[in-house]
């Protein structure tokens, strides 16, 4: 009986450090000067920012192939990283006229053997490629009546949470599997009192690095009337459905 309960905490402490996160905060004098608070949480699964008293506008989590923006307007904020996938990240802060530049590292441990983490973070986050996704849920999804995409291709996809509590804007590049989840939950979202707000555009992308050179710099750049780069009118838009479903 014994050895099967040290069975079982063995098997929970791997499950508990199969991910690892390593922080890097930013020591300039921009966050000297706000007293900026800049670590991880104990589980190491969410970022900790705090101001001795200015507010911190927004934040942004971003890589090569993902951006994700948080609209804070607190002097705190606690935003959870679980959903991250494994990468590189850039973390900005910005608090007044400042952008206050952090990174963070996500790794798989699991696969690394239990590695200890080291300091070292690559900042070169446009050499990373990765396939991120968002949490969605879990019930079986019939691609039969839903937009036919190429499951070789990536697509820009950008979704909004609006709610009464907060909101944020999450947006990356993803793969049709993904995008089909995600379709699927802003749809059953639509049906419900508090996420009936949300959106969910997705976009066709025809050159992706120069799209994302020009979204890296222009988090709006997807907002654009023309392009070249990528299709300007969605190929889905929750807002198209939702007049769809209201006028029935």
């Known amino acids: 009986m014994k050895n099967f309960t040290v069975l079982i905490?063995?098997?929970?402490?791997?499950?508990?450090?199969?991910?690892?996160?390593?922080?890097?905060?930013?020591?300039?004098?921009?966050a000297q000067k706000f007293n900026l608070v800049q670590k991880l949480n104990k589980s190491g699964d969410s970022l900790i920012l705090?101001?001795?008293?200015?507010?911190?506008?927004?934040?942004?989590i971003l890589n090569y192939e993902y951006l994700e923006?948080?609209?804070?307007?607190n002097s705190n904020a606690k935003i959870g990283l679980s959903h991250l996938s494994i990468g590189n990240y850039v973390v900005q802060a910005r608090i007044g006229r400042h952008?206050?530049?952090m990174y963070l590292e996500k790794r798989d441990l699991k696969a690394e053997g239990l590695k200890t983490t080291d300091g070292n973070i690559n900042s070169n986050v446009k050499e990373i490629v990765t396939k991120n996704s968002i949490a969605s849920v879990s019930s079986t999804i019939d691609t039969s009546n839903l937009l036919q995409l190429n499951e070789n291709k990536m697509y820009w996809?950008?979704?909004?949470?609006?709610t009464q509590f907060a909101s944020h804007r999450n947006m990356g590049l993803k793969y049709a599997?993904?995008?089909?989840?995600?379709?699927?939950?802003?749809?059953?979202e639509m049906k419900s009192e508090v996420a009936k707000a949300n959106t969910l555009r997705v976009y066709e992308v025809f050159d992706k690095s120069e799209f994302m050179r020009k979204q890296l710099k222009n988090k709006n750049y997807h907002k654009r009337k023309s392009s070249k780069l990528f299709?300007?009118?969605p190929i889905y838009n929750?807002?198209?459905?939702?007049?769809?479903?209201?006028?029935?």
Do not use: C, M, P
């Open 9 to 30: 905490l063995v098997f929970v402490s791997l499950s508990s450090y199969s991910q690892g996160i390593t922080f890097q905060k930013n020591t300039n004098t921009a």
């Open 50 to 60: 705090a101001t001795g008293h200015k507010k911190i506008k927004q934040v942004d």
């Open 69 to 73: 923006t948080f609209e804070i307007n």
């Open 99 to 101: 952008w206050i530049v």
């Open 157 to 162: 996809v950008v979704y909004e949470s609006n």
């Open 177 to 188: 599997d993904e995008i089909y989840d995600l379709i699927n939950q802003i749809e059953l």
């Open 231 to 233: 299709n300007v009118n």
């Open 238 to 248: 929750s807002e198209d459905k939702r007049k769809s479903i209201t006028s029935l």
